[in-house]
């Protein structure tokens, strides 16, 4: 599963790179992109900032409301699950993403590896999205199983849509949408770091 991505690009060049309309966001986002942060989505024509993850009510050991966890994955053979059903169907969006990150290594020394397209500065993950009470609009990533280059690392990895695909994630019927959820079959880049998947705190 995903849990950290890069947006090296700016809103302008987002919308440039989809041809669709920069909404104004007030304020740059992150480059390194967290579940539960916001971050740039193109949805109904525009590049707008969602919240990555659908948020799941918790409860404490004595019943006392948490904060809601992030739901920012969705298994592709869980899309007409309820929780994800009707956001499938109804909503759907494409991410841009510079690279994304899965951790590698033994437990306690996990490093991060980053994922990206080959001579390009940006590509689109399929999404799915909604609005929540507790933090407006909010996204999840798709996942598949993953291919042979990421299988090496972690069993699944996000669905990577090529351009002519975005028409019909975007607004094509869920059966056609459905049929593109399958492992990206191109080239990716691989980029093995040093740097610890869990930043201590000042780090």
Known sequence: MCNLYQVKSSHTEIADFFDVIAEDFGANTA???Y???PAPVVADGKVQSMHWG????RKG???QPLKPKPVNNTRSDKLESFFWRYSFEERRCLIPVTSFAEAEGPKGRMTRTWFSMPDAPLF???GIWRDTDEWGAAYSMVM???NAQVAVVHNRMPLILPPE???AWLNGSPAEAYDLCVPFSGPLEVDRTDTPWFRRKGA
């Open 144 to 146: 598949t199983e993953a």
């Open 31 to 33: 480059q390194e992109v």
């Open 124 to 126: 689109a993950t399929a």
């Open 165 to 167: 695909a975005w028409s």
């Open 35 to 37: 579940p539960g942060y």
């Open 54 to 57: 659908f948020p799941l009510q």
């Open 61 to 63: 050991a004595k019943g």
